[in-house]
């Protein structure tokens, strides 16, 4: 799996958009990008993932730059139950996920 | 989205026996599904991956003697600790591979203490 670079932490009003931006310079080209968010003492939850194009479901948006070498979640309205640690993960589909540290998001009120 | 169970959510257990976790993929097929390991304020340690009907494939350093994991169905994957001891405390996490998509869907987790 490519490596992925996510900020330690980020806060964001409740209410705003929360962009959590994630770096994978060496992404090869038969790589996902899949983000994952995990609240204090539960399992990781999926919730997006994408290969080239941009993608918008229920809970969120994928932006990937067009070179593939970045990409950012895009939380359109956060709010408190948001708050969670979010995992980018570059990786083969069908390939187990390596996770990284993640970026530690606080939705403040 | 897909769902995975686990059981128990939380075991507490003394030193020396052995503890079974199970790993429930409940509305979708999964032929691989993997265990993690968490330690507090840590990331998530992938500790083996499972494919229904074959034998486990462990990462470096886990102990396959202590850490048995059976994948008897598509459905269900178990791992069991054996002769636990307080440094196995931990929060053990299972994920399965399905959907048409094939996306890994995670547990809620297993906390387990050894006393």
């Known amino acids: 799996d490519a490596k992925t670079t996510q900020p330690t932490s980020m806060d964001c009003a409740e209410g705003r958009a929360a962009n959590l931006p994630c770096n994978h310079s060496?992404?090869?080209?038969?790589?996902?990008v899949y983000w994952y968010r995990q609240i204090h003492s539960q399992g990781p939850q999926y919730i997006i993932h994408?290969?080239?194009n941009n993608e918008t479901n229920e809970m969120a948006s994928l932006i990937i730059t067009e070179d593939r070498k970045s990409s950012t979640l895009i939380l359109p309205h956060a709010t408190l139950r948001d708050t969670a640690v979010y995992y980018c993960i570059a990786s083969n589909a069908g390939n187990m996920l390596t996770f990284g540290g993640g970026t530690r998001l606080m939705v403040k009120p | 989205g897909a769902v995975v169970s686990q059981h128990p959510s939380r075991v507490i257990c003394k030193s020396g026996t052995s503890v079974k976790i199970e790993c429930r993929s409940l509305d979708f097929q999964a032929t691989t599904m993997f265990w993690y390991r968490q330690f507090p304020k840590k990331s998530l340690m992938l500790m083996a991956t499972s494919n229904e009907g074959s034998k486990a494939t462990y990462e470096q350093g886990v102990e396959k003697d202590k850490f048995l994991i059976n994948h008897a169905s598509l459905t269900l994957s178990t791992l069991t600790v054996t002769s636990a001891h307080p440094e196995d405390s931990s929060f053990y996490i299972c994920s399965a591979r399905g959907g048409a998509k094939e996306t890994q869907y995670f547990g809620p987790g297993t906390r387990l203490l050894v006393l």
């Open positions: 994408g290969l080239k």
């Open positions: 060496t992404i090869s080209g038969n790589e996902y």
